[in-house]
């Protein structure tokens, strides 16, 4: 520990976030099945953030237009809930059913260029141009993807250089109220809503509805329904890992099977918003891990487990961050996390798009009985 203590020290990636027992403090809160004495406390606070978030609601006023309809994909929740590789699974079934997908982000954590807001994701760009999750996105599936603040206009830079895209899925987007959607999709994991309150007094960006709209549907990516709204399982499976190169080349041949690295103690690295459910995954396949938990969206600019570490397995997201490092002294195994969305939930948006050849471009396959 005290070598990990000296690592964390010398890489910004692992040191303590300002404010990191505040943080800290604030979880153990928020992830309750209902709120405590110190949650109620804080409820006066969330009183305001709710006032705030319906001033700069109206300010939004109604939404832009957007060239082709828009789905999108997010949380109700702060920190990851399995979103992205909802986007991912989205983008390929609608690929599979006769459309065209792109797709829009803001790309948390990048830093673009002054007067290059709006950026096209190419292979080649760095997570600092166009931040990790959209660039793992374009590269798990191929599609065209722009980042922009304001998601707007990144549709529009999307639609005008690739006129052939049909429908847009926007990665997280649900509380951007100035961008026109035809359906939402909102994911949560096992940890649903937490205590229900808003912030800061819980985990929750907008309140969870008390019946579904009619346009929304929810995707569960645990192995239960975690709130009271209906919703589609849409577990996340964990069987195979590939090496860092071979993932960086797209040789999904070069996967073996997770359970190759049971009997021998390799270190889990997370820069995620929930690290805590990737190490359980881990755990839950029978590995034995050293937990390594970093920044969500953390920028490596060097190897940031302690030296003399010899197997590392991490998240698809840290890998096109660690992709990029010249030299690593240790075999990073990457650990793709996959979801398939269930044929019902694919008919039902498919089904609230607006075009109207929608129903015709539906494959007519039910699932295998």
């Given at each position: 520990?005290?070598?990990?203590?000296?690592?964390?020290?010398?890489?910004?990636?692992?040191r303590?976030?300002?404010?990191?027992a505040?943080?800290?403090?604030?979880?153990?809160?928020?992830?309750?099945?209902r709120?405590?004495?110190?949650?109620?406390a804080?409820?006066?606070?969330?009183?305001?953030?709710?006032a705030?978030?319906?001033?700069?609601?109206?300010?939004?006023?109604?939404?832009?237009?957007?060239p082709?309809?828009?789905?999108?994909?997010?949380?109700?929740?702060?920190?990851?809930?399995?979103?992205?590789?909802?986007?991912?699974?989205?983008?390929q079934?609608?690929?599979?059913?006769?459309?065209q997908?792109?797709?829009?982000?803001?790309?948390?954590?990048r830093?673009?260029a002054?007067?290059?807001?709006?950026?096209?994701?190419?292979?080649?760009?760095t997570p600092s141009?166009?931040?990790?999750?959209?660039?793992?996105?374009?590269?798990?599936?191929g599609?065209?993807?722009?980042?922009?603040r304001?998601?707007?206009?990144?549709?529009?830079?999307?639609?005008?250089?690739?006129?052939?895209?049909?429908?847009?899925?926007?990665?997280?987007g649900?509380?951007?109220?100035?961008l026109?959607?035809?359906?939402?999709v909102?994911?949560?994991?096992?940890?649903?809503?937490?205590?229900?309150l808003?912030?800061?007094?819980?985990p929750l960006?907008?309140?969870?509805?008390?019946a579904?709209?009619?346009?929304?549907r929810?995707?569960?990516?645990?192995q239960?329904a975690?709130?009271?709204?209906?919703?589609?399982?849409?577990?996340?499976?964990?069987?195979?890992v590939?090496?860092?190169?071979?993932?960086?080349?797209?040789?999904?041949?070069?996967a073996?099977p997770?359970?190759?690295?049971?009997g021998r103690?390799?270190?889990?690295?997370?820069?995620?918003?929930?690290?805590?459910?990737?190490?359980?995954?881990?755990?839950?396949?029978?590995?034995?891990?050293?937990r390594?938990?970093?920044?969500?969206?953390a920028?490596?600019?060097?190897?940031?487990?302690?030296?003399?570490?010899?197997?590392?397995?991490?998240?698809e997201?840290?890998?096109?961050?660690l992709?990029?490092?010249?030299?690593?002294?240790a075999?990073?195994?990457?650990?793709?996390l996959?979801?398939?969305?269930p044929?019902?939930?694919?008919?039902?948006?498919l089904?609230?798009?607006p075009?109207a050849?929608?129903?015709t471009?539906v494959?007519?396959?039910e699932?295998?009985?």
């Amino acid at each position: 520990m005290r070598e990990a203590g000296k690592a964390a020290a010398a890489n910004p990636a692992q040191r303590p976030r300002a404010g990191g027992a505040l943080e800290r403090w604030l979880n153990g809160l928020w992830w309750q099945p209902r709120p405590g004495v110190a949650a109620w406390a804080l409820w006066p606070l969330s009183l305001v953030y709710r006032a705030l978030a319906a001033v700069n609601r109206r300010r939004a006023g109604a939404p832009e237009p957007t060239p082709v309809p828009v789905i999108v994909v997010g949380n109700l929740v702060v920190g990851g809930a399995g979103k992205t590789p909802v986007v991912i699974a989205l983008v390929q079934a609608l690929r599979a059913n006769g459309w065209q997908p792109g797709v829009i982000s803001r790309g948390h954590g990048r830093h673009p260029a002054p007067g290059a807001d709006v950026v096209a994701v190419a292979r080649g760009s760095t997570p600092s141009e166009v931040g990790d999750e959209p660039l793992l996105i374009h590269r798990r599936t191929g599609a065209p993807v722009f980042v922009a603040r304001r998601r707007p206009a990144a549709a529009s830079a999307l639609c005008a250089t690739h006129p052939e895209v049909d429908v847009i899925v926007s990665d997280d987007g649900l509380q951007h109220h100035a961008l026109a959607r035809v359906a939402e999709v909102i994911v949560f994991d096992d940890r649903g809503a937490g205590n229900g309150l808003l912030l800061p007094a819980g985990p929750l960006r907008q309140p969870l509805p008390h019946a579904l709209p009619p346009r929304v549907r929810i995707a569960y990516t645990g192995q239960r329904a975690s709130t009271r709204l209906p919703g589609t399982l849409v577990p996340r499976s964990v069987t195979q890992v590939v090496s860092l190169g071979a993932w960086s080349a797209g040789d999904g041949a070069a996967a073996q099977p997770l359970a190759s690295l049971r009997g021998r103690r390799v270190t889990a690295l997370a820069g995620i918003g929930a690290p805590e459910q990737f190490f359980r995954m881990l755990e839950a396949a029978g590995l034995t891990v050293e937990r390594l938990a970093c920044h969500d969206h953390a920028a490596y600019a060097q190897a940031p487990w302690p030296e003399g570490t010899r197997e590392v397995v991490t998240t698809e997201k840290d890998a096109v961050k660690l992709a990029r490092l010249p030299r690593l002294d240790a075999t990073v195994w990457v650990l793709p996390l996959d979801c398939e969305l269930p044929h019902a939930l694919v008919r039902d948006l498919l089904a609230l798009l607006p075009n109207a050849d929608a129903r015709t471009k539906v494959r007519a396959q039910e699932p295998p009985r």
